[in-house]
């Protein structure tokens, strides 16, 4: 090799390596400090996007879980209400059957009457004010809902909560079969009379024939329950379907993106002790032309 002044070939040699095991020193250094072997879309292009996509979908996931998991406490409450309507109608019917005994006078019969009129009254409030999130479930105003429990807009992304989920529960709603309402009375309060067998002036009796009528309208409120219980399991198994998925998805995109520390400390030794050998040699090489100095 010649020996030149103006271009000293060995230091740029050592200087190309030595900027080499630098970008490699700091490489391994952030990769350490992130725990990312991909942090930049220069590290790896088609990793970068694919981790990139993989975390909008993990995003989405959790809020599909949050959607699933809101649909459930909706039909909870629901279903909870159901039960409360239930236990007063129970009331209902354990008073009726106590009417129809025939041992009652007008003023039991009475007394009888107050306590159904005011829990069909209590049925009544209880179905106007059944509410979640603004939504009233139990006065018929409800249509179909659709729970988005996926990432994407096709059916197998949701979940439809069909509106007979959310029919009428007031009193007049709930005793369809019910048609010999007296004249003036309002449904809740022909039924109140029929249940007791009293009409306000004379026992009329018939209380028999309205527990038929009240089973009736248990039976429809167990037949809801069932159907909410159905809908609620589809729920709780989109829940933990969306939870597999989120699983895949996190190990997949460790595979891809977490940086494997053990690696990337044996990178950072190596890159260091280049580096200090560059930096010396460096020194060395810089002084090659010097030797210039001693032919003249």
């Not at 729970?147 to 059916?155: F, H, M």
Request: charged letters at 20%; hydrophobic letters at 40%; one cysteine or more.
């Amino acid at each position: 090799m010649a020996l030149t002044i103006n271009t000293n070939i060995s230091s740029l040699i050592v200087q190309s390596n030595l900027s080499k095991a630098t970008n490699s020193l700091n490489q391994a250094i952030e990769r350490m400090t992130t725990g990312y072997k991909i942090n930049h879309a220069a590290d790896n292009a088609a990793g970068y996007s694919i981790a990139t996509n993989w975390e909008t979908q993990l995003g989405s996931l959790d809020v599909a879980a949050d959607n699933a998991a809101t649909g459930a406490d909706m039909l909870t409450t629901l279903e909870d209400t159901y039960a409360l309507v239930s236990s007063h109608l129970q009331r209902v019917r354990d008073l009726t059957e106590q009417a129809a005994n025939g041992t009652y006078g007008s003023d039991s019969l009475k007394a009888i009457q107050s306590e159904i009129t005011a829990r069909l009254e209590e049925v009544d409030r209880i179905a106007a004010n059944c509410e979640f999130n603004g939504l009233n479930m139990m006065d018929g105003s409800m249509g179909t809902i659709s729970l988005q429990v996926g990432l994407y807009s096709d059916s197998s992304s949701q979940i439809e909560l069909d509106e007979s989920l959310f029919k009428k529960g007031d009193v007049e709603s709930l005793f369809t079969d019910y048609a010999s309402v007296p004249g003036g009375d309002s449904t809740l309060e022909g039924i109140a009379k029929a249940c007791s067998g009293y009409d306000g002036t004379k026992i009329t009796g018939g209380q028999a024939a309205m527990l038929d009528e009240i089973d009736k309208v248990i039976n429809e409120i167990s037949a809801r329950t069932t159907t909410l219980g159905a809908a609620q399991n589809r729920i709780e198994s989109s829940i933990e379907s969306i939870s597999v998925q989120s699983e895949n998805i996190m190990s997949s995109l460790s595979t891809l993106r977490d940086a494997d520390i053990a690696e990337e400390s044996s990178n950072y030794i190596q890159a260091q002790i280049l580096q200090q050998a560059s930096a010396t040699l460096l020194a060395t090489a810089n002084q090659t032309p010097s030797i210039a100095l001693n032919l003249l």
